[in-house]
């Protein structure tokens, strides 16, 4: 079972930047695609951003398009969120997911059922 482990949450203000980590355990993090997810309190989890195995696909939601970047570095077992101008409403926990079932294409995820694993959640607070 992958374990991931979120980190770089924290307090921000709006229009500031913040960069969230997620280390994944195991030795097959080459092979897994990545993705970042959130959740508002009473909200189902929403897809953030998502990056095939290779790196060389990547989406994002219209949320966050043009603000967020997402990357991944394999050496080291882990996938990046880049937040540049914040804002209130991206406050929230952020979730890193793994999907680590057998892919067959180069694909960036964009719904929560293709991950199988998750971490335990970043807080992100965003002031005004």
């Known amino acids: 079972q992958v374990q991931l482990v979120e980190s770089g949450g924290g307090l921000a203000q709006g229009g500031r930047s913040l960069r969230l980590a997620c280390v994944a355990s195991g030795r097959s993090f080459e092979s897994y695609a990545m993705g970042w997810f959130r959740q508002f309190p009473g909200k189902d989890r929403e897809f953030v951003a998502g990056?095939?195995?290779?790196?060389?696909?990547?989406a994002y939601a219209d949320s966050v398009k043009g603000r967020f970047t997402i990357a991944r570095d394999n050496a080291k077992n882990t996938v990046y969120l880049q937040m540049n101008s914040l804002k209130p409403e991206d406050t929230t926990v952020y979730y890193c997911?793994?999907?680590?079932?057998?892919?067959?294409?180069?694909?960036?995820?964009?719904?929560?059922?293709?991950?199988?694993?998750w971490g335990q959640g970043t807080q992100v607070t965003v002031s005004s």
């Open positions: 997911a793994a999907r680590t079932r057998r892919v067959y294409t180069d694909t960036a995820y964009d719904y929560s059922e293709a991950y199988d694993a």
């Open positions: 990056i095939s195995w290779s790196g060389g696909h990547t």
